[in-house]
């Protein structure tokens, strides 16, 4: 059935402590005090962040499929298919590469771990022993080969990002070659896309109390005053992160015709989200939808945010060769431009499928220093304190990049409305035209507004 895109949908705007980011923002603040002032009892509260975790990642599997296997059935053209992932493989490794050269340059001016002088060998390796050992499972060729599932189904089982994208996009352009007899199934898809986004939905009711259970056990476990002692090298990466979404990310948005600020604003309930469970996976299904409700194409959306989540970590890259630079800069280890390009080079691909979760980033650059020996691998003992709370800014970061990738890679391709982004990034949610339904033209064929 047709439904008219001129007509609004009319929404009464909740109160202010019934919507979502107020919530998340109070949880928040009750879980630092309680972590601060309890915090024996806050360190027990780690339960009621994970479980939250665990139901969004639940969704995600089937989130991802329905998007992409509609999106891709939905296309005329299936070379669009390859088109959008090599447009969107490119945009990631450019702004990838550069967020790593941007934390070894940040690296070389602040010098945050110079003075430190400390001995590798006085260092309690054990304390990363377990990260060390973990970091061996990520090899390129391991990567590669991890992306095709052993079954059709264990994508969903294992939960597996990349791997039900891959099954994802294989099942789509199998049902867009099955032509008129895929149609039922197509239907019934399309159907179901439904109730679990009103799943979504009802789970991320939950997601004020997961934001207290995290934030509450972070302060209690780990305390504000840890912080103190390695404050130059936490606000060097907060900074560095900023200015890279601000500026760098900020003069793309621009040149897309809209505002890297605009799109935080209409992201803040999922990027608050993100801050107080230190994960971006936590807000991968309501990203989606926000972007699709944004006016990107459902099929440029299916593709990007997921493969964004495993090959696009710009928070991910600046810290991983800032806090490399540190190590050996608190050690007096001495870096040759050789082996600084090398760390580059190293960096570059062990950061590519370290997974929006917390603590991947610590993992990724334990495989990183593994295979760069210069830089002591112990030296990570001494950042070990204060990398939960620079994985809020990792994760923050890294949601942000792929908020902007796929805004950019839909106007590349045409398959952007403008005026949805526009009404969203201003606030004006309530004047949004409903969605195109599947008897109008893909969006991926139908020009830009």
């Not at 260092?123 to 080969?145: C, I, N, P, R």
């Not at 403008?418 to 008897?439: C, H, S």
């Amino acid at each position: 059935m047709h439904v008219p895109t001129s007509a609004p949908i009319a929404a009464k705007p909740l109160p202010f402590y019934r919507q979502l980011y107020f919530q998340v923002v109070v949880a928040i603040v009750l879980g630092a005090i309680l972590g601060h002032y309890e915090p024996a009892f806050a360190e027990s509260l780690k339960p009621l962040g994970d479980a939250f975790i665990k139901l969004v990642k639940m969704i995600i599997a089937p989130v991802i499929f329905l998007t992409i296997v509609t999106g891709i059935a939905g296309m005329t053209h299936l070379r669009t298919v390859g088109r959008v992932f090599a447009k969107s493989m490119a945009y990631f490794l450019f702004f990838s590469t550069l967020a790593l050269i941007v934390g070894m340059v940040v690296a070389h001016v602040v010098q945050p771990g110079a003075g430190m002088n400390i001995n590798p060998a006085d260092l309690d390796q054990t304390a990363v022993h377990s990260y060390v050992e973990k970091s061996h499972e990520l090899t390129l060729t391991g990567f590669v080969m991890d992306i095709i599932p052993a079954t059709l189904v264990s994508a969903f089982v294992d939960g597996n990002i990349l791997q039900v994208l891959f099954v994802a996009v294989l099942f789509g352009i199998a049902l867009a070659l099955t032509g008129e007899k895929g149609r039922p199934v197509l239907t019934f898809l399309e159907a179901l896309t439904a109730p679990v986004f009103r799943l979504v939905h009802i789970l991320m009711k939950a997601a004020p109390i997961g934001a207290f259970g995290a934030i509450a056990f972070t302060i209690g476990k780990y305390g504000v005053g840890s912080l103190i002692n390695l404050a130059w090298l936490v606000g060097s990466f907060y900074i560095t992160s900023f200015l890279f979404v601000a500026v760098i990310l900020g003069v793309v948005c621009r040149l897309c015709g809209f505002s890297v600020f605009k799109l935080a604003r209409y992201l803040k309930a999922e990027l608050l989200l993100v801050l107080g469970t230190s994960s971006s996976e936590s807000a991968l299904p309501s990203l989606m939808e926000k972007m699709e409700k944004a006016g990107c194409s459902k099929s440029v959306v299916g593709l990007v945010v997921p493969t964004g989540y495993s090959f696009n970590l710009d928070g991910t890259n600046i810290y991983m060769t800032l806090a490399a630079l540190f190590i050996a800069q608190a050690t007096n280890t001495e870096l040759t431009l050789g082996h600084q390009i090398a760390l580059l080079l190293v960096a570059m691909l062990s950061s590519k499928g370290a997974a929006g979760v917390t603590g991947a980033g610590f993992i990724t650059l334990a495989a990183t220093l593994a295979v760069v020996p210069e830089v002591p691998v112990a030296g990570m003992a001494l950042i070990l304190g204060v990398d939960r709370f620079m994985s809020e800014c990792r994760s923050l970061t890294n949601f942000i990049g792929n908020a902007v990738a796929t805004v950019v890679v839909s106007r590349w391709e045409n398959a952007l409305d403008r005026d949805r982004l526009a009404l969203a990034l201003d606030g004006r949610e309530a004047e949004l035209p409903a969605l195109a339904t599947d008897d109008e033209p893909s969006p991926l064929t139908a020009p830009a507004r």
